[in-house]
């Protein structure tokens, strides 16, 4: 197998709101907030229309862009056989993706995040990781890890306890690793691990600017290439309209943006970007063609509703 994603299995619930209802619920634009309390997630819920519901999750989106562009991908992520795990499924399977994960019924349902799109084409998501958050060790097969030419994980799997382990275990089988750092807040509450996963463990990095910024409490971006230089490994860096970097020991090749675009939701863009990079990657493409294959697939997402194409 090309690329296995390694992630927490979402179902993506995708609503129209406007700025009101983020500040009334003490929500940060722009962010993804995690709640922890089943009955206050679904209070959010009540009153609102739901647009779309689609198989979700950060790595899901980029394995899934990566199978339509003709790759053979798999995905582990943990589901409970209820209504939205059989949707989760069915949904990943539809996209010709391998799912390695035997769903059985768990004292959490699956995994839920409210993607609420703002008419500026902002998202803010609020998740409620359910089942998704217990993967352990047990979950991740090392067989299936060893005949994958690279992982893809993500930093929103991260967390000490289980889901470490299920992330140690994966990166001690892997061949090559690629992570994305996610989101700013994961970032910030797991500083000094994902450092020390940066410098040691990953082959490939995948960070927007603000990400990297702060992990390396840099006070411009030129702090930000000269330590990705310093890595000597694969760094790319979104920078919204400034368009894309990737640093590899001392090179570093920019990437612009497309411009003058209809942005309709801007769920997805950095997983649909990995998609089209690691496209690039593992099929020999330049490091410049694969910044421009990951631009050309985040440019089509964020000008429709959704992380899937």
Not at 20 to 37: A, P, Q, V
Request: with cysteine; glycine share 8%.
């Amino acid at each position: 197998m090309k690329i296995l994603g390694i992630g927490n299995a979402i179902v993506d619930v995708i609503c129209k709101v406007d700025d009101n209802f983020i500040t009334k619920n003490n929500l940060t634009k722009s962010t993804m907030k995690l709640f922890f309390d089943e009955n206050e997630f679904k209070n959010l819920l009540t009153n609102l229309k739901i647009e779309k519901t689609v198989s979700g999750g950060s790595v899901a989106n980029s394995i899934v862009g990566l199978s339509q562009l003709g790759n053979k991908v798999g995905f582990v992520g943990k589901i409970s056989d209820d209504e939205f795990g059989i949707k989760y499924e069915d949904g990943l399977k539809k996209e010709k993706v391998e799912y390695f994960y035997s769903k059985k019924k768990e004292e959490l349902p699956t995994g839920t995040c409210l993607i609420l799109v703002t008419p500026d084409s902002e998202r803010t998501m609020c998740t409620f990781l359910g089942t998704a958050g217990k993967i352990n060790e047990n979950d991740v097969s090392s067989d299936v890890i060893k005949n994958s030419e690279l992982i893809f994980l993500e930093g929103y799997l991260w967390d000490e306890g289980e889901p470490k382990k299920a992330f140690d275990k994966a990166i001690y089988n892997a061949n090559k690793v690629a992570m994305s750092l996610s989101d700013l807040f994961c970032v910030d509450r797991h500083k000094p691990h994902f450092l020390n996963l940066v410098k040691n463990k990953l082959d490939i990095t995948f960070a927007n600017e603000q990400e990297i910024t702060s992990l390396i409490t840099a006070n411009n971006f030129n702090e930000v290439i000269n330590f990705s230089k310093q890595l000597n490994k694969l760094v790319i860096i979104t920078r919204g309209e400034k368009g894309a970097v990737a640093v590899n020991g001392n090179e570093v090749i920019e990437s612009d943006t497309q411009k003058n675009l209809k942005i309709i939701d801007l769920t997805g863009a950095g997983d649909l970007f990995a998609a089209g990079f690691l496209h690039g990657y593992i099929n020999k493409l330049s490091t410049k063609e694969c910044l421009e294959k990951g631009t050309e697939m985040a440019t089509r997402v964020i000008q429709q509703i959704g992380a899937r194409l």
